[in-house]
Every structure is written in C-alpha cells, then in structure tokens.
C-alpha cells in the first residue's frame, strides 16, 4: 500500500477514533465507519471544536506556535464557520496553505477531478478586463468557441469590474457576454454551472522551430486522473521523436506528490536510489520522515532529455514547485521562465470528522530536494523574467514565455531585451491556496 502524498498529502484520519488508515495509488478512499463511539452518527460543534482544535496541536508542523484558545469560545450555529475561525487564529504566520473544506468536495476533486461550475480559470489584465486563461474541454463556453484570451466583459447585463464581480455570479445560471481577444466577435449566451471533469493536460503538441522537435505541454493540476493522461501525452511525444521538452505550468497550483514525481520520471532518466524530495515532520512525527525517489513507477518512455524548460507564474504551486525543485539537482539542465512560483515548500494530509462531513487540511511537513534546497516561501526564481499575456494561446509563437525556450533552445541564452522587470500581482489577481476552490483555480 502507498500512502498518498498530496501537498496535500491523503491518508486520512478519523477524528474521534483516531484510525489512521491508507488508500492504494489507484483505489478511491472510502468513507470509514462514521459512528462515534457512543453510536451517535452526528457530532455536535463542541466536539466538532475540539477534536480539530486537537488534531491541530497533534499534526500541525508548526504545532509549537498554536496559542491556547478555548474552543468552546467558538459557537455560532454554522460548524464549518467555527472550524474555519479557530484555524484562523491559531494558524502560524508562515502558513497560508492549510484550509478546510467538505469531505465530499474534496474526493471529488482530487479523486474524481471534477467539480461544479462553468469550467474556466481567469486574471484581471493591466486594463482591469476580466480575460480567461484556460477553459477545460467539458466547459459549455466550449460549445460556443470561447477559449483563453477572450474577454469576459458582462454578467447579467452588468459591467463586470474587480470589486463587483464576484457579486454578480448570483444563481445557478447567468448570462455572460464574452469578447474574442481580437475584439471581432461577440458572444451573449446564458450557462448554467455544472459538474465539469477536468482534463488536466491543457495543451499537448510538437513544435516545429528551427531543425529542433519541441514537445510542449500545458498541465493544470496533477490529482488522480493526472499520470493516465500524461502518459498519453508523452507516448506522443516518443512517437514523435522530440528533441526538447517544455512544461508550462503557469497555472498548476499543486496536488498529490505521485503525481508529480509521475511526470518527473518521463523527464529524467534516474537511478533507482536519486532522490526526488524528502519530507520532514515536527518532532512529534517525524518517525514519518520520508524520502521519494524517483524510478518507483514503472515507465518505458525515455525521451533522451538533457534539459528542460518549465513555464511559471505565481499560480504555479505546491507539487509544481516540487517538481521543479527535485528536478533541479540532477544532470538536466532546468530552465524556469516568467514569474516566480508562489512559495509553498510544504505539504498537508486530509482529515475527517466521523460523520465524514468535512475535510480538514493542515500543513503537516516540510519539503526538501536532494541539494538539501529548501524553505522557498518567496517562490522558485525564474531564469527569464516574463509577464504573462492572456491574450496568447497556448503554443502561440507570439506568446513571451514560449518564445523565451525556444530562443534559448536555438541560442543557449536567453533574449534579454525581451525579458522585463516582472510587475507586482495586482490584488485582484494575487493567488491565495486557502480553500478548495483556490486549489482547483477554476470558476
């Protein structure tokens, strides 16, 4: 049995028996036993209260630094909004990744990677128009032609701005007008959210540039259904007979650790024994300690690789920022272009209740490389600094971050009249991992 990294990370535990149990990689967690001890089958808020306040003092990596609080204080009628300000006032100040969510949510996205809404991620650009950045393909704005770099300009007839959006997304349907990035066509269409399954691979193609076969590919998140299709994707790319790979990861915030480490080894040729990052515990666990290397999935793609270019941008997160940094040590040549990551050098396991009604994630551990490189909470430096164009789709020539590697593919350097002191996030667009829906970075 493997345990499931998630970073995040998935076993889980039951709050009041404190069974900690596994999942294997492929198998979906199943819910355990959800009576408490004395046979009730609904917890009520003090325990509710107590028991998180508990499980945070027992596993959170930063356990030291939790004030005492009482958690009886915390009794308004909502359980989940109780939940949600004790963590916020006992979380350590590093910490702006642990979040709490409901247990069904979270096997829904990171088991069955779905979720409800309209399928699409989206940025504010330097003229305070809403653009879209990608558009999964069971979106219904699909249907419509409607991909990333339009323009989102009304909700409902209104205007839409930074400080009124997310108030006018009222209702379980809503008329959009959205605007092609060349301004020339118009759509006005009600959509209505449903579930959406992700595809996680965006964009896979090869890239004609110069006598040079370039594999490019785009990756929004690495959960469960992640390896199957990289394992498509990369199959083309052997057929195809690449002879450079570029990963854009500009708007993956994370996931399970196996996931990453999956994608890691269709990159890197390694040795049994290298090291693709260890984990550390506070002293309270740290009979967990751990240490991934690569070469535990079993592959038979080898793409001969000697370097790689990773596309970034402060979305990019968790195991994406893993995945870079485990990379780094080894005999690739890794390339970072656009913005720094976002700086999450740590990981969390998934906790439930008995009545399996939320999912509690605290940070747990701590991650390193093999180069023992670690604590980058300001982010991965990007070699090339680039600001993002929304307006590009992907695999556009025209797009900065992609002509950057394929430049630097033809040159071995890079072009430094296009690189550019990178702007500071809006506030409207500076990227927060404390919520589920923050993780799947879709509405």
């Known amino acids: 049995m493997k345990r499931k990294y998630i970073l995040i990370s998935l076993p889980l535990l039951v709050l009041f028996s404190i069974v900690f149990f596994t999942s294997c990689e492929k198998e979906k967690v199943e819910p355990p036993d959800n009576k408490t001890e ?118 409902n007839g209104n205007t839409v701005t930074p400080d ?62 992640t390896p199957d299709e990289l394992t498509e994707a990369f199959s083309h790319f052997n057929d195809e007979n690449i002879d450079e790979l570029i990963i854009d990861l500009r708007y993956n915030g994370g996931g399970t650790l196996s996931a990453s480490r999956f994608l890691g080894e269709f990159i890197y040729e390694a040795g049994s024994n290298d090291i693709y990052v260890e984990i550390t515990h506070s002293d309270k666990k740290s009979e967990r300690d751990t240490t991934h290397v690569f070469g535990q999935d079993s592959l038979n793609i080898n793409l001969g690789l000697n370097k790689v270019y990773f596309l970034t941008a402060q979305a990019t997160a968790s195991a994406s920022e893993a995945l870079i940094n485990g990379l780094k040590p080894t005999e690739l040549d890794v390339y970072t272009i656009g913005e720094a990551t976002y700086g999450k050098p740590v990981g969390m396991y998934p906790f439930t209740d008995n009545n399996n009604e939320y999912a509690f994630l605290p940070v747990c551990f701590s991650l390193k490389n093999a180069a023992g490189d670690a604590d980058y909470y300001d982010g991965l430096q990007p070699d090339a600094a680039m600001n993002d164009d929304f307006k590009q789709p992907f695999g556009s020539l025209d797009d900065d971050f992609l002509y950057q590697a394929l430049y630097h593919i033809e040159n071995d350097n890079f072009d430094m009249k296009k690189t550019r002191e990178i702007m500071k996030p809006r506030p409207e667009n500076r990227v927060e991992y404390k919520s589920l829906q923050d993780e799947i970075g879709a509405l």
């Open 164 to 225: 009124n959006f997310n108030q006018l997304l009222g209702g379980e349907e809503n008329d959009f007008t959205f605007i092609s990035p060349d301004g020339d066509e118009t759509v006005n269409s009600a959509f209505a959210r449903k579930n959406i399954s992700m595809n996680t691979v965006l964009k896979d193609t090869v890239i004609e540039y110069k006598g040079n076969r370039v594999g490019y590919l785009v990756l929004k998140s690495f959960i469960d259904k």
């Open 38 to 155: 004395n046979g009730n089958t609904q917890d009520t808020i003090a325990q509710l209260n107590k028991a998180f306040y508990n499980l945070m003092n027992e596993w959170y990596y930063w356990y030291e630094k939790i004030p005492d609080i009482d958690p009886d204080d915390y009794d308004d009628s909502n359980p989940m909004k109780n939940l949600r300000n004790i963590l916020d006032d006992i979380r350590y100040e590093n910490d702006s990744y642990s979040y709490i969510t409901s247990y069904e949510a979270f096997l829904q996205y990171f088991e069955e990677g779905s979720y409800t809404g309209y399928g699409f991620g989206y940025k504010w650009d330097d003229k305070d128009t809403l653009r879209l950045t990608f558009v999964f393909d069971e979106s219904p704005l699909k249907e419509e032609g409607i991909e990333r770099g339009w323009a989102l300009t009304k909700v």
